[in-house]
């Protein structure tokens, strides 16, 4: 029996098999079951000697069967590790990594260098009043330069910002000088779209009020920002100009030298000068106090997607938003 048993284990080639065989020998009804019932119709001596051989045969069957368990378990777990193993030399899937906007890379790229001459940089409302887009910056209804900066109107006579300026007097209003800010965000003006001109587009807008600024600190400070953003031989020049905000007001550009062409030339930013009296007037009125009565303080303001387009070839405004891959993941990497 033990020879049967040992040809019928060795052939199991699953642990089911194997326990149809378990209990074919020693189940319940099993071979060497009915072997030990047949003890007890045995004389004393025969039972003795025939009991001994049993148990003798059913210890040798029970190591074969758990040799046989062992060894089946052992080859089931290494097929399934091989089956489940991790090649890490296997190159990976490639992770599809996303990019920052160009436009907002360079409205971080302004903000760390403001940051960096102590200028908090804070946020306004895109949707604003009549008061704070025009009034209160000294353009009032009449004003011709109101069709300069005509927008889109809602119906319950709030406006979609032409400009940023508006955070100058929401600033003022809320806080106390001396301080110094800058406000990156969107603006929207009706226009004919063309390569130079989009109907919403982005602008920085800043403003310092604190005793004794002048001209020259806005100078300063625009060299600085242009030092920042085009390298140490960058330079600022002031063009008078008109602003109903600003007295004196100024145009202000960058000569700037192209790592790429070579070519150097001026390119206008945007608008500055020393914030008008009018405005500080304005903000008195509204904080019902004269705080601001004897204020001084430059204002700045530039076109984001001009400055863009300058700083990395970009020949029209209108890619920044027509979402072609083709176009924006030229700028995923590093940009300069
Ligand atoms: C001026 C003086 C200050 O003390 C403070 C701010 C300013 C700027 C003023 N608020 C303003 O909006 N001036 S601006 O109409 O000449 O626009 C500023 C810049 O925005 C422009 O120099 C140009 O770079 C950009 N810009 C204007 N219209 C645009 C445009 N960019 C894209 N599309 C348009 N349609």
């Not at 148990?55 to 590790?81: G, I, P, S």
């Not at 929401?170 to 001109?197: C, L, N, S, W, Y």
Request: charged residues 25%; aromatic residues 10%; contains cysteine.
């Amino acid at each position: 029996m033990v020879n049967e048993a040992k040809i019928e284990i060795d052939a199991s080639s699953s642990l089911n098999e194997l326990q149809e065989v378990k209990v074919k020998y020693l189940g319940k009804k099993g071979l060497l079951t009915a072997e030990l019932k047949t003890l007890g119709s045995l004389e004393p001596e025969a039972r003795k000697a025939k009991g001994a051989a049993v148990n003798m045969v059913k210890n040798e069957l029970e190591m074969m069967f758990e040799a046989r368990e062992t060894a089946l378990k052992d080859a089931e777990l290494a097929r399934k590790l091989s089956s489940e193993a991790l090649d890490v030399s296997l190159p990976g899937i490639p992770f599809q990594a996303g990019g920052f906007h160009l436009i907002t890379r360079i409205i971080d790229d302004l903000s760390d260098i403001y940051r960096g001459m102590g200028y908090a940089v804070v946020q306004g409302q895109e949707v604003e009043d009549e008061l704070h887009n025009f009034d209160a910056l000294n353009i009032p209804g009449y004003h011709p330069a109101r069709d300069q900066w005509d927008t889109f109107w809602l119906k319950d006579n709030r406006v979609l910002r032409t400009h940023t300026s508006p955070m100058q007097i929401r600033f003022m209003e809320a806080h106390e000088a001396p301080f110094k800010i800058v406000v990156p965000g969107k603006v929207f003006r009706f226009e004919q779209t063309d390569a130079t001109h989009e109907a919403m587009f982005h602008q920085l807008e800043g403003l310092v009020v604190g005793e004794g600024i002048t001209l020259a600190d806005q100078k300063g400070t625009l060299a600085e920002m242009a030092k920042g953003l085009f390298g140490s031989r960058a330079k600022v020049r002031f063009q008078p100009s008109y602003y109903p905000f600003t007295e004196p007001s100024a145009d202000f550009a960058v000569y700037w030298e192209n790592p790429r062409t070579g070519a150097a030339k001026w390119l206008e930013l945007g608008g500055c000068g020393m914030v008008h009296p009018r405005v500080f007037e304005a903000v008195c009125k509204l904080r019902n106090d004269d705080k601001y009565a004897h204020a001084r303080g430059f204002a700045f303001g530039l076109g984001i997607e001009r400055l863009a387009m300058i700083k990395y070839g970009i020949p029209d405004i209108r890619y920044f938003f027509q979402n072609d891959l083709r176009v924006l993941r030229q700028f995923r990497g590093n940009l300069d």
